[in-house]
């Protein structure tokens, strides 16, 4: 596998890949890989001749008082977990070589409708960050498909919405959410969790999936969702945010049959999210 660090030998290389008519997979992460952004590899190297992932932590989509500068960066272990994850090429810039002139001047992507609300609530402006990121990398690649990760469900919206309004030749797709035993979602920020908390916090995906069980079994959600907020806080969770939404995260409707249940909640100063979709009864 191929590490590249600026933006010229990254085309030149992807440029004979497609002289050889090689279709290429985009797998977008910010590092600090686990088990759940192998199995977008996974996926990624099913689907295409070549596996191009990136490592980039995106300044862009953290707010003010976020983890940015906390975040773990960890190259060396995630080019030895990609290379045996059978990635291809890993295309891993510095900040100015995607934010030449500074965040303050950079042109940026807005997704409507799709990033208000849930975690985009939560964190002003962070989908804009998401959404401008993901288009350079999509413009820089030019993938004939991206794989991404179902548990950031909003994020996965918004990156489907941005594809097909601005008509992008990409097939965008969503690989299901990789657990712990304990049915804990994997992510970069579990590690944030002390072992109190990490005994926690499989609270979260029990809440849930106790909650799809009512739902598909006809239980009025406006009683319900209160009910698993409660259920959040007794485990020691401070929920930021509890919803049921249709699965295109549009309200839900008289006719709404398949949906998905989205959470966020914390632990100490860690942010969990975690959803689960249903199919409603008619």
């Known amino acids: 596998m191929r590490t590249l660090r600026e933006i010229p030998p990254l085309r030149d290389t992807l440029a ?10 985009l797998v977008p992460t910010m590092g600090n890989l686990h088990a759940g952004h192998l199995a977008l590899v996974a996926e990624a ?65 807005c997704v409507p409708e799709v ?63 990789v657990r712990a035993a304990d049915g804990l979602a994997l992510s970069s920020r579990n590690g944030y969790l002390d072992d109190a908390e990490r005994a926690a916090a499989p609270a979260l995906y029990r809440t849930l999936s106790e909650l799809r069980e009512a739902l598909e079994n006809g239980t009025d959600p406006d009683r319900l969702l209160p009910e698993g907020l409660a259920r959040l806080r007794a485990s020691g969770l401070a929920p930021d945010y509890l919803e049921l939404r249709a699965a295109d995260l549009s309200p839900l409707t008289a006719t709404t049959r398949d949906a998905v249940l989205l959470a966020a909640a914390r632990l100490g100063t860690t942010r969990l999210i975690d959803n689960l979709s249903l199919t409603l009864p008619r």
Do not use: W
Request: charged share 20%.
């Open 16 to 25: 004979a890949f497609r002289r050889r008519g090689q279709r290429i997979a």
């Open 45 to 109: 190297r099913q689907r295409a001749d070549v596996v191009v992932a990136t490592i980039f932590v995106n300044p862009l989509q953290f707010g003010a008082g976020e983890d940015l500068e906390a975040y773990p960066r960890t190259l060396a272990e995630d080019q030895a977990k990609l290379e045996a994850a059978g990635a291809d090429l890993l295309f891993a810039p510095e900040t100015p070589t995607i934010y030449p002139r500074g965040l303050a001047a950079q042109t940026r992507v």
């Open 115 to 177: 990033s208000e609300g849930l975690c985009g609530g939560d964190r002003p402006g962070h989908f804009d960050g998401v959404a401008t990121v993901v288009t350079m990398l999509f413009n820089l690649v030019q993938p004939d498909v991206a794989c991404f990760g179902e548990k950031d469900y909003q994020q996965l919206a918004v990156i489907r919405r941005l594809v097909e309004d601005l008509h992008l030749p990409v097939a965008v797709v969503g690989v299901p959410i």
